[in-house]
Nanobody
Framework: QVQLVESGGGLVQAGDSLSLSCAAS????????MGWFRQAPGKEREFVAA????????NYGASLRGRLTISRDNANDTMSLEIDSLKPEDTAVYYC??????????????????WGQGTQVTVSS
């Protein structure tokens, strides 16, 4: 089993930057990609970004494209997400996830079998 723990969320002002991190443990070798999703109250879970673990190739969701940088440290099984120019509409719980045996596309939440507990990001105006 893969265990994922997010950190770095908090209360920030619009225009600020924020760094989130995800620490992975357990049987992480089988995961081919890790990513970030977010979910705001009353809304569906939204794809934020993902990184293919071996190659480092990145994918970014449309709503945050241009404001994100996702990176990974293979040796330490950690992943980070930097968000720039935060907006109030970025307020959500951000989840770290790792892919499982089924694949429906890199931005499809059904491709991810393992999830962290989430970290709250609140952006004030």
């Amino acid at each position: 089993q893969v265990q994922l723990v997010e950190s770095g969320g908090g209360l920030v002002q619009a225009g600020d930057s924020l760094s989130l991190s995800c620490a992975a443990s357990g049987r992480t070798g089988s995961a081919y990609a890790m990513g970030w999703f977010r979910q705001a109250p009353g809304k569906e879970r939204e794809f934020v970004a993902a990184i293919w673990w071996s190659s480092g190739i990145t994918n970014y969701g449309a709503s945050l494209r241009g404001r994100l940088t996702i990176s990974r440290d293979n040796a330490n099984d950690t992943m980070s997400l930097e968000i720039d120019s935060l907006k109030p509409e970025d307020t959500a719980v951000y989840y770290c996830a790792a892919t499982g045996p089924k694949y429906f596309g890199i931005s499809d939440s059904n491709s991810y079998a393992y999830w962290g507990q989430g970290t709250q990001v609140t952006v004030s105006s």
